[in-house]
């Protein structure tokens, strides 16, 4: 008996020769053909330094209606500029055309008394060379994206994952932001951390970055001890910095202390502010009183950056837990939980938006007001942002 399942499976197995396929070949050949300008009909002027950025029109109409409407659309401010070039061009046309055939020569002649001038048929419309200004995303962050819509490939890397992420999701790349996503979950380790908060400022009023910024911050929270003692930490932004010591992170209050130092002694080898100015809007956030009495006199105080007062309440409340106020020990600490807020006071396209704790504040505004208390607001904060012209 024949065992037709069998046969069937048997020819499903065999090779198809009638079909070749060579996806390597074409996304290598695209990709050539958007490194190469004059093959391009379009460059983008990218970021702050408007780096250039060259693409295919049709390429990226075909793969993103964001740029199909961009480019194509009858309403946009480009197709409106050049709708009366054409219709004038098609009217010369149709008037040139409507003129006896012995008009139309390659040579200007004289002949018995009257002139037979040149005229020529006017060639195809030759699609201009566009020049768009994208401020949003960062250069790098933009080229893998243009990568990707000529290749469909890409490599995805923790410096520029939450912007490629935010770009996919802006110009409707779902597939590729649900790549992002993914990814998110494997790349998040002690080395890449602060690479994802860093670039978390410029991407914070993008609706992708604040699950993101949350897992990372998650992740800070369990590794605290690590993640304050790497290299890294000191070029995180100042609101970042204030924002994880606030949380209540793993690890002990003599490393976040040391954390402070280390980021304030590198900001201030680029910048004229006193070591003691910077290092003050960090004091609030640690526990001095959790701190051995022997390192807090043997080197912390010596230091001469922490106020004798705080030192004081420290050693005081260790010696005698009821003749200390615990508002004196860490004011802060005491306070609400601080969670991860994200707000924005205007539409998505010109927010202005903050990554912050409810407590946080800058080291050019947190000064003593004449009642001796510190200033609760700031956070992490974006410029407006632009819009695509």
């Known amino acids: 008996m024949i065992d037709l399942v069998a046969m069937a499976e048997a020819l499903a197995e065999e090779p198809d020769y009638n079909i070749f396929e060579n996806k390597t070949g074409l996304a290598e050949d695209l990709k050539f053909l958007a490194s190469m300008p004059e093959l391009c009909d379009v460059t983008f002027l990218v970021g702050d330094t408007r780096e250039p950025v060259c693409a295919v029109r049709a390429v990226l109409a075909a793969r993103s209606r964001v740029f199909h409407k961009m480019f194509y659309s009858s309403s946009s401010p480009q197709r409106k500029k050049d709708q009366p070039q054409k219709e004038n061009k098609l009217r010369l046309f149709l008037k040139r055309s409507s003129e006896p055939l012995l008009n139309i020569q390659n040579t200007t002649e004289k002949r018995h008394g009257y002139s037979q001038q040149l005229a020529t048929i006017p060639e195809p419309s030759q699609s201009q060379h566009q020049t768009l200004i994208i401020e949003e995303f960062e250069p790098d962050v933009f080229r893998q994206l243009i990568e990707y819509v000529h290749t ?50 410029r991407y914070i009023q993008y609706k992708c970055t604040k699950s993101m910024v949350q897992k990372v911050l998650e992740f800070v929270d369990l590794h605290g001890n690590e993640v304050l003692s790497l290299g890294s930490f000191t070029l995180l932004p100042q609101h970042v910095v204030r924002l994880i010591l606030v949380r209540e992170l793993n690890a002990d209050e003599l490393t976040k202390f040391q954390a402070a130092l280390m ?127």
């Open 152 to 201: 469909g490939c890409v490599t995805l890397q923790p410096r520029t994952l939450l912007g490629l992420m935010n770009a996919a999701d802006y110009y409707g790349l779902d597939e590729l932001r649900r790549a992002c996503a993914g990814f998110v979950q494997c790349c998040i380790n002690v080395d890449t951390v602060c690479a994802l908060l860093a670039s978390a400022e």
């Open 263 to 389: 980021w304030s002694k590198k900001y201030c080898d680029n910048s004229n502010l006193d070591l003691r100015d910077v290092i003050s809007t960090f004091l609030e956030y640690i526990q001095f009183h959790k701190v051995p009495a022997t390192i807090l006199m043997k080197d912390i105080h010596p230091l001469g950056i922490v106020p004798d007062h705080i030192i004081m309440n420290a050693l005081a409340f260790q010696a005698d837990p009821s003749s200390v106020e615990p508002a004196k020990t860490s004011p802060k600490r005491l306070s609400r939980r601080r969670e991860l807020s994200v707000q924005s006071s205007l539409d998505p396209y010109g927010s202005t938006t903050t990554l912050s704790s409810s407590t946080s504040s800058d080291i050019n505004s947190d000064r003593h007001s004449s009642d001796g208390k510190h200033s609760s607001e700031g956070g992490l904060t974006s410029s407006p942002m632009g819009r695509l012209p």
